[in-house]
């Protein structure tokens, strides 16, 4: 299958937008509307210049037999080849058998347009969504197993990914493949750090891929740790690691503030944030929690962990800290370190990065400070992946 384009309907940069994402899209990262040639006999969707799309790819577009849209609209303005097939859209529901061997069921979506399950000869299967669409109806008993690979709009519909893993259509050996790239995510590196999270990825236009090749599939992190200031991002960074997963478990370790509306909400904006398939939990017992088996989760945030900790074994008081609290904090702070070792769950954690020069006032406050930088330090240490967030962007440490 190759790629011809792999952007937004009207490609990548947009005609005349001034914006920073366009003007950084150049070489690899410029990409034509999205466009598959499967086999050199099927072709979904159209890009601009399609004949040259392929020549450049080393392919040509003579040996097409169908060409299929997907988008709710016609697509971008071509100049149609002559000799090409006159492009169809199939029914939802229906299958479609082409000369070459290949059948195509159109698949029913949640907003307009259509997908198409491509089923090779050799039985090879892969699934292509338009853009801003997830499947209706999607259900295990209806999926005969995972496709060999799945092309979507995976940064802009990330609850799409969920719905194809919920049901067993995408698994672990599935080639995730992010298209339909806009401008509203910034190409280059952080365009595929963002893909990659979602355990998907992407190619340049032209790229021919083999579906059943799984060599590249992105491998996932089991312990992402997240760090940076207050309203820097960190809690956004975090969710959208596990905004493409059906079940993620949320522990807010932040409890209730009894009469502080403005900590409500906070409280309340986060909730509304997450996807409607996440469940939570309020507590800052989290050893038991990160032993068992279960989906993904999401911890947000250590530093609130460390407040209750600190809480628990009077680490305020300085007699208290010196007789005995700071071993019993030390304990805590063990267990959770090495819970987070052992534990066998994708979990991705958030702590606020304090410190950066500021010297508290107070004795409690400095305490609070060095804990938490030791806290986030030992953390960081069991974490195959560290991201410090600034200003809303996410830079890898580790």
């Given at each position: 299958?190759?790629?011809?384009?792999?952007?937004?309907?009207?490609?990548?940069?947009?005609?005349?937008?001034?914006?920073?994402?366009?003007?950084?899209?150049?070489?690899?990262?410029?990409?034509?509307?999205?466009?598959?040639?499967?086999?050199?006999?099927?072709?979904?969707?159209?890009?601009?210049?399609?004949?040259?799309?392929?020549?450049?790819?080393?392919?040509?577009?003579?040996?097409?037999?169908?060409?299929?849209?997907?988008?709710?609209?016609?697509?971008?303005?071509?100049?149609?080849?002559?000799?090409?097939?006159?492009?169809?859209?199939?029914?939802?529901?229906?299958?479609?058998?082409?000369?070459?061997?290949?059948?195509?069921?159109?698949?029913?979506?949640?907003?307009?347009?259509?997908?198409?399950?491509?089923?090779?000869?050799?039985?090879?299967?892969?699934?292509?969504?338009?853009?801003?669409?997830?499947?209706?109806?999607?259900?295990?008993?209806?999926?005969?197993?995972?496709?060999?690979?799945?092309?979507?709009?995976?940064?802009?519909?990330?609850?799409?990914?969920?719905?194809?893993?919920?049901?067993?259509?995408?698994?672990?050996?599935?080639?995730?493949?992010?298209?339909?790239?806009?401008?509203?995510?910034?190409?280059?590196?952080?365009?595929?750090?963002?893909?990659?999270?979602?355990?998907?990825?992407?190619v340049p236009d032209g790229t021919t891929l083999v579906v059943g090749d799984y060599h590249a599939v992105p491998d996932l992190p089991r312990r992402t740790l997240v760090v940076g200031g207050a309203r820097s991002g960190k809690s956004v960074e975090a969710e959208r690691r596990l905004e493409s997963f059906p079940e993620v478990l949320y522990v807010a370790t932040s409890g209730t503030r009894e009469g502080d509306q403005d900590w409500a909400a906070r409280v309340a904006h986060h909730r509304e944030r997450r996807p409607g398939s996440w469940r939570t939990v309020e507590t800052c017992d989290l050893v038991p929690l990160l032993a068992a088996d279960g989906p993904p989760m999401l911890i947000d945030c250590l530093a609130l962990w460390l407040t209750d900790a600190m809480d628990s074994v009077g680490a305020w008081d300085d007699a208290t800290w010196a007789n005995g609290g700071e071993e019993a904090l030390a304990g805590r702070t063990a267990a959770l370190v090495a819970a987070i070792r052992a534990t066998r769950r994708t979990v991705v954690l958030v702590s606020n990065e304090v410190g950066s020069g500021v010297v508290p006032a107070t004795a409690s406050g400095r305490r609070f400070r060095d804990e938490l930088g030791r806290l986030n330090a030992a953390v960081g240490d069991e974490c195959e992946h560290v991201l410090l967030v600034v200003a809303g962007q996410a830079l890898p440490l580790r």
């Open positions: 299958m190759t790629l011809l384009g792999t952007g937004a309907p009207e490609g990548l940069p947009r005609p005349d937008c001034p914006c920073a994402a366009c003007a950084c899209a150049v070489g690899d990262e410029a990409r034509a509307a999205t466009s598959l040639l499967v086999d050199g006999a099927l072709l979904l969707d159209l890009t601009p210049g399609p004949a040259f799309a392929a020549a450049r790819a080393g392919r040509s577009i003579a040996g097409v037999r169908q060409v299929l849209l997907s988008h709710p609209h016609d697509g971008p303005a071509v100049e149609f080849p002559a000799g090409l097939p006159a492009p169809v859209r199939v029914p939802d529901g229906r299958e479609l058998s082409v000369i070459s061997g290949h059948r195509v069921r159109a698949m029913a979506l949640d907003a307009p347009g259509t997908g198409y399950e491509v089923t090779a000869p050799d039985g090879e299967r892969l699934l292509y969504l338009p853009p801003g669409a997830a499947p209706a109806g999607l259900s295990q008993a209806t999926r005969p197993g995972p496709y060999g690979m799945v092309l979507l709009d995976v940064l802009g519909r990330p609850d799409a990914l969920a719905r194809l893993r919920e049901t067993g259509a995408a698994g672990s050996t599935t080639d995730v493949i992010g298209v339909h790239l806009d401008h509203d995510v910034p190409p280059g590196r952080e365009l595929h750090r963002r893909l990659a999270a979602a355990g998907a990825r992407t």
